[in-house]
T-cell receptor, first 117, second 112 residues
Framework: GAVVSQHPSRVICKSGTSVKIECRSL??????MFWYRQFPKKSLMLMAT?????????EQGVEKDKFLINHASLTLSTLTVTSAHPEDSSFYIC?????????????FGPGTRLTVL | GNSVTQMEGPVTLSEEAFLTINCTYT??????LFWYVQYPGEGLQLLLK?????DKGSNKGFEATYRKETTSFHLEKGSVQVSDSAVYFC???????????FGTGTRLTVIP
């Protein structure tokens, strides 16, 4: 099946620093990638949708200047949390689909746990 | 709006027990419904889906039926195994799979 990887799996940073999370589709080309955030005992919340070569579409309430998304190639999307604060601590999950089928299944990465001190 | 409510866990069962994880939804249109499973250390994987009312999705012994009258999509398995231990997420989409709304997830632990 299609595999999506995320790096790093876990990161701890100081408040005020920026953190970059990578999402890669390993064996298929991803026309669309999605970034989710998951709080403890809460559902996954879609943050933004990115299409290769174009600007990401952010969900309501998500600050685009704080969560920078770049989808520079068909196999890589990055999420940069800028000037991180403790309230940004969360589990970030990406997914990708190939966009070729009528029903475009999303393939999920294993997630990245961010802790901001 | 769209939302999914699923049974809170954790759920602990003995091997070969019957499993039900409840899921109900609210949607403005006619959504597709999904169950995803997340095994330890791995990403979410699609377990099964149903795209219209009365459809039954099934995979690996798991089943769920799309019930429009009760707005439900409960997950069932007749005899669970230790290898079924994972977190299960119910989800809906109103436009294919491009915008998924997830429930909170239910952790299942199956003990020998």
């Amino acid at each position: 099946g299609a595999v999506v990887s995320q790096h790093p799996s876990r990161v701890i940073c100081k408040s005020g620093t920026s953190v970059k999370i990578e999402c890669r589709s390993l064996d298929f080309q991803a026309t669309t990638m999605f970034w989710y955030r998951q709080f403890p005992k809460k559902s996954l919340m879609l943050m933004a949708t990115s299409n290769e070569g174009s600007k990401a579409t952010y969900e309501q309430g998500v600050e685009k200047d704080k969560f920078l998304i770049n989808h520079a190639s068909l196999t890589l999307s990055t999420l940069t949390v800028t000037s991180a604060h403790p309230e940004d601590s969360s589990f970030y999950i990406c997914s990708a689909n190939s966009g070729r089928a009528l029903y475009n299944e999303q393939f999920f990465g294993p997630g990245t746990r961010l802790t901001v001190l | 709006g769209n939302s999914v409510t699923q049974m809170e866990g954790p759920v602990t069962l003995s091997e070969e027990a019957f499993l039900t994880i409840n899921c109900t939804y609210t949607a403005t249109g006619y959504p597709s419904l999904f169950w995803y499973v997340q095994y330890p250390g791995e990403g979410l994987q699609l377990l099964l889906k149903a795209t219209k009312a009365d459809d039954k999705g099934s995979n690996k012994g798991f089943e769920a039926t799309y019930r429009k009258e009760t707005t439900s999509f409960h997950l069932e398995k007749g005899s669970v195994q230790v290898s079924d231990s994972a977190v299960y997420f119910c989800a809906l989409s109103d436009n294919g799979a491009n915008n998924l709304f997830f429930g909170t997830g239910t952790r299942l632990t199956v003990i020998p």
